[in-house]
Structures are given as structure tokens and as C-alpha cells.
């Protein structure tokens, strides 16, 4: 993908942080974050005039559903952006600078690919406090009370975009943290949720009550207190505070602590102008207001993340009472709707090592390797695989399932289990995995009475769903994958770039390997014929000829009778029973030498009968 015609050293400048408050802090706010993207190549700035309306989104759309790889996808900052009335406005608007692909989140993150797993996992068992400023970047523009009221003063202010044009009904921010405190414990949470442009003064806001959000358990109890709910909305922040709003964390957590813990050093905060809220100090742009607990009013259609418009639905509003921001503010939003998507990438990332570490550490079950999650079309919650190694005990593969099923209200429509050769994100190696290794009548199990989730509800068996669970684990062990050994494909790679042909895109199976039904014999003849010695084995299985057998009969198990005749009666019976006992080794093939002893007495019997 080209960059456009704005230099990287406009793009840096775009992005350089001009506070003229500047507290100390020990994470990087978005500006430093976005030149690190420029710097990597990962940044593209269009400065040409873009429509938010009905451009801005359905550009950016197209790096996730045009065919681009994900690690080819970039993150867009515009800065001339204009609406459908062809207004001008003064912020600029960076959509994919969280998530677009994995390295852009790694970046954001400051940590390797490989260890954002780990890194989560230890944000979360060390939570760090923030630190309470007096002042802040964020507060730098104050507008609030009758002047919210002005033309361009209030929400009218600021560039949001249309994520779905022609299908949704308003602009509606997307990367929308919403904080709010607990009315009885004083507990500050944070979440992910979008909010409808109604008027200068009101946003809509939809929490999503399958997803268990910690607002509407504040909103809840306002209401039964007969109070309003204060809230604030950040709109663009330091990475670490703007990943954990995605975070799924127990409702006594308060994010802007974990967040603290990602970046490894408390979190600057200032109290809201207009509600008592704590809310980042680096914040781009903060909408502070009251959500009416009394009424409820439309909201919607907008396109939503399980890849279905969103119909009208009633749902609670926000009463604005001030907007805070930075003089050189930059406003973020996300790509959701159909996955993948910025949003759905941001989540899976976050959400994978929490059902890591629910079943690993405390549902204590050993030998899961990792949880996957499936991102395209989709969204994440409603197919999980469970990566799991090849001794781990069926009973235990059961308990990772159930396990997976049960974390989330409404997530594990489909829960597989896998062994490690299979690669989860790639759907055609799990219908492989449930064609060869699962048995439906024995290996597949469905939940009754399961939240349907996010998406479209149907009315019949009364409105609820159910969960498929599927071992496709190997439970015997099966012939090798029928691809060159990996030796013989990495020399073919290097002839093919040799060549200069076109680059190549491994995909998982891309070389053969044993599932432990491979015997030495079968090896040696393997080695034989690579080297040209093929004819020596014809030789050799000339010598096995018999008109005993139907066509097809396996080798192994001619073999294994021919070795149990030739067995005293005792030893008969062992062998017998041991056949019978089911173990993942059972249908291991002969060694080399019960081969040759069985080679060895046909042939004699051939001489015989001669």
C-alpha cells in the first residue's frame, strides 16, 4: 500500500505533541504513538479534503475486505476532513492506529508480537494506581454550559464519522470510552461502547447487555437510586488506556489501574470539569455528561460488529455538560461492523489470554496450549478453538470445553478442540481436524439454554440458543500428512525464489509430518526411494506375495496375525488383550523387526507350497 503524497515529516509534525502542559509520564500519549507508526511505515496521512460522512470509512474499509493481508494493513490519519455540508473542521480524525493488524497493536502496546499474552497477564495481577493531576493536556479547551449551544461549540464540534453510510442513521463515535463510577462502591469502570450524534448537546449510548457491561450495572443502580449516571467519553488516548477499555476485567477492576500495569507506571488522570469522574490526562477530547436513567429513547440503525445492521432499538441518552480537549486534539476512531475489523482485532488480541488463563490457571487444566478466537465475518465469541496437547486426557479435553463454553454468557456457539498441528485461524484445517478426527456420535456434545449473543435475535425455542461442542483431537494415532517432509519443501522453496517466481505465502499444513502410524520399515523404504533404490524394495515385497487376502488388506494387521500364529499360546492371549485395550498407541504399526519375521515366514510358506 502507498503512502500518499504528504511527506513523513508533515505526517510528524501532524502527529507532535504542542501542549503547553506537559506532565511527566511513563507511557507514550497517542502523538508519540502515531510518529512511531509513521517512523515504522505503518502510517498513512491523506491531507487531500475527505468526506467523514461518506468517504472516510469506506476508505479505510477497503484494507479488510480488498484482500490485503493483514500485516499489510496500515493505519490512516486525515487531517483536511470535511462533511457531507462540506464544513471544515479543525480536528483531525486516525482510524487503525490501534489495531489494524497485530504489529500496530505491538507497537501500541511496547512489546513484542509474541508476548502480548504475557504482558496482559501481568498487567492484570499488577494493577498500578493512578496518579491525580491538578491539571492536564486534556483540559487545555474548555467548553461548557449555554456556550455547548453555540453553532460549532458542542458535539456539532467534532469530526465524527459515519461508520456504515447509507445504512446508519447518524455519526457515531466508535472508540468511545465510557467512564463511570459505581453509585454504592465508588469503583471507576471503563468501556467500549458507541454513542449516537442526536444534537449539539446528546449522544445516545448502547451497552450491548449480552456482553455483561459494567455501565448498565451503574446505570441500574442509579436508577433505583432516582439518579442520574455522571459519565465522561474519552475520544482518543495513550494506547495502554485505550487497549484496556477493551479488556474484559471483573466489575470491581477499575481499568485506568490495569492500565497502569500495562504501561508500567501509574496513569496520569485530572478530575472532570462538570462530574466527578477521573478520566486521562492525555485524552484527546472528553465529553462530559449526565445518562438519563428515567427514559429511554431510539437508538440506531447502525452497522454493528457481528456483521448485521443494528435495528432501532430504545436505549439510554447522554445529557452534555461540557467538552474538554487538547489544542492540537486528533480524534480516533475504529473500524467495526463486518470482521475483521479494527474493532474485532482489539478485542480478540485482549480476550484471547483471558480464556487462556481462565482454563489454565483457574480451571487448573494442563496441557492447553492457546485459545483462539475466530475473527472473519464471524466476530470472535461465537467459534473458539482450543489448542490442546496431544496426551492431554479426553476427560480433560471435555473440561476445556465446557470450560471455554462457560466463561462468557454468550460466547462458544462453537467450541473445538485441536491438537497443535492444526492451525485454528485458518477454517479449512478445523473442517479437516472434524472430517478425520471426530466422530459426531461420540465426540460432539450440545449445551442447551445459551444466550444467543450479539446479533440478530430470533424468537423460536423462546429467544435461546445452543452451544456446540466438538473434540476433533486426535484420539489414534493416523498415517503422516500426505505432503513432502519439511527438508525436501525448504529446498523447493529456495529453487522457487531462485527462480524469482512469485512470493510465497506458507500455508499451514505446507509440509508432511507423522501422526505416529509410520513403522521403521515404512521409513526405510521412504529412504530407499529418494536416494533411487526403490528397485531393492520391489525385490522385497515380491517375496510377500499371497492369494490368502482380499484386495485392500493393510500390511500391518496381515503382520500382526502372522507374528500372534507364530506366539505360544500365553503369550497369544497378552498380546490379545492388549489389542483390545484402547490407548492413543494402539494402532502403532509394526517395528522393522516384526516386518522382517513376518516377511521372512511368508516367504518360507510360499517355498513350502511350491
Known amino acids: 500500500m502507498k503512502k500518499s503524497t504528504q511527506t513523513a515529516s508533515k505526517t510528524a509534525k501532524a502527529a507532535k505533541t504542542s501542549s503547553t502542559i506537559t506532565p511527566q509520564r511513563g507511557y507514550r ?43 499489510d494493513r496500515k493505519a490512516f490519519l486525515f487531517t483536511n476532513v470535511v462533511n457531507g455540508k462540506g464544513k471544515k473542521y479543525d480536528i483531525p480524525v486516525v482510524v487503525g492506529a490501534l489495531a489494524a493488524t497485530r504489529k500496530i497493536y505491538s507497537v501500541g502496546m511496547g512489546c513484542k508480537i509474541e508476548d ?38 458542542g458535539v456539532d464540534s467534532l469530526p465524527i464519522p459515519i461508520s456504515t453510510p447509507g445504512w446508519d442513521n447518524a455519526p457515531y463515535t466508535t472508540l468511545s ?32 447487555l449480552e456482553n455483561q457491561p459494567g455501565i448498565y450495572t451503574h446505570w441500574e443502580k442509579a436508577k433505583a437510586k432516582g439518579q442520574k449516571l455522571p459519565a465522561a467519553i474519552i475520544l482518543g488516548c495513550p494506547p495502554c488506556v485505550a487497549f484496556t477499555s477493551a479488556q474484559k476485567l471483573s466489575e470491581d477492576t477499575d481499568e485506568l489501574h490495569v492500565a497502569g500495569g500495562l504501561a508500567g507506571a501509574p496513569i496520569n488522570v485530572v478530575k472532570c470539569k462538570t462530574v466527578d469522574l477521573l478520566v486521562p490526562s492525555e485524552a484527546e477530547i472528553v465529553i462530559e455528561g449526565y445518562i438519563n436513567t428515567e427514559w429511554l429513547e431510539p437508538e440506531a440503525p447502525f452497522g454493528e460488529s457481528h456483521g448485521h445492521v443494528n ?37 480478540r488480541v485482549a480476550l484471547e489470554p483471558v480464556f487462556l488463563n481462565h482454563l489454565s490457571k483457574a480451571m487448573g487444566i494442563k ?65 479437516w481436524a472434524m472430517s478425520y478426527r471426530a466422530n459426531f456420535a461420540l465426540d460432539l456434545q450440545v449445551l442447551q439454554n445459551r444466550d444467543p449473543g450479539h ?138 523387526t516384526l516386518a522382517q519375521t513376518s516377511a521372512k515366514s511368508v516367504a518360507q510358506k510360499k517355498t513350502t507350497q511350491k
Not at 467548553?143 to 455547548?148: A, M, P, R, S, T
Not at 486534539?329 to 479494527?342: D, F, K, Y
Open 29 to 71: 500519549d497517542l502523538h508519540e504513538h502515531l510518529a512511531d507508526l509513521d517512523k515504522q511505515g505503518l502510517l498513512v496521512t491523506i491531507d487531500r479534503p475527505i468526506n467523514k460522512d461518506t468517504e472516510l470509512h469506506p476508505l479505510v474499509r477497503w484494507q479488510f475486505r480488498g484482500g490485503i493481508a493483514e500485516p
Open 116 to 153: 502480548i499474552g504475557k504482558t496482559w497477564s501481568h498487567a492484570i495481577a499488577n494493577p498500578i494506581k493512578p496518579h491525580v493531576m491538578k491539571e492536564a493536556p486534556c483540559q487545555e479547551i474548555v467548553v461548557q454550559g449555554k456556550e455547548l449551544l453555540k453553532p460549532g461549540k
Open 367 to 431: 496441557g492447553v496450549k492457546k485459545v483462539v478466537m475466530h475473527e472473519p465475518l464471524t466476530n470472535l465469541r461465537k467459534v473458539i478453538s482450543i489448542v490442546v496437547d496431544r496426551k492431554m486426557p479426553q476427560t480433560e479435553v471435555w473440561r476445556a470445553l465446557y470450560g471455554a463454553a462457560s466463561l462468557l454468557r454468550s460466547g462458544g456457539k462453537m467450541v473445538i478442540a485441536v491438537n497443535e498441528d492444526i492451525d485454528p485461524d485458518n477454517a479449512d484445517a478445523l473442517l
Open 455 to 592: 446479533g440478530p435475535r430470533s424468537p423460536r425455542n423462546g429467544g435461546m440458543d445452543s452451544s456446540l461442542l466438538i473434540d476433533a483431537t486426535l484420539k489414534d494415532d493416523f498415517p503422516p500428512i500426505a505432503l513432502p517432509k519439511k527438508e525436501f519443501m525448504e529446498n523447493a522453496k529456495a529453487i522457487w525464489e531462485e527462480l524469482g517466481l512469485p512470493k510465497l505465502k506458507p500455508e499451514s499444513p505446507w509440509f508432511g509430518y507423522s501422526l505416529g502410524d509410520w513403522s521403521e520399515r515404512n521409513e526405510q523404504m521412504a529412504q530407499r526411494a529418494v536416494k533411487g533404490d526403490y528397485f531393492i524394495t520391489g525385490e522385497e515385497i515380491a517375496k510377500m506375495r499371497r492369494n490368502d487376502v482380499p484386495m485392500n488388506t493393510e500390511i500391518k494387521h496381515v503382520m500382526a496375525n502372522e507374528v500372534r500364529k507364530a506366539l505360544p499360546e500365553k503369550s497369544k492371549t497378552k498380546v490379545q488383550a492388549k489389542a483390545k485395550t484402547p490407548t492413543k498407541t494402539a494402532a502403532k504399526a509394526p517395528s522393522k
Open 177 to 208: 470510552q465510557y467512564i463511570t463510577k459505581d453509585p454504592e462502591t465508588g469503583i471507576q469502570n471503563m468501556g467500549i461502547y458507541r454513542g449516537q450524534v442526536k444534537s449539539p448537546t446528546r449522544l445516545g449510548m448502547n451497552p450491548s
Open 311 to 347: 435495528l432501532q432499538e430504545f436505549n439510554a441518552y447522554m445529557e452534555v455538560t461540557a467538552i474538554t480537549r487538547r489544542k492540537n486534539a486528533i480524534l480516533t476512531s475504529i473500524i467495526s461492523q463486518v470482521t475483521p475489523s479494527e474493532s474485532s482485532l482489539i478485542k
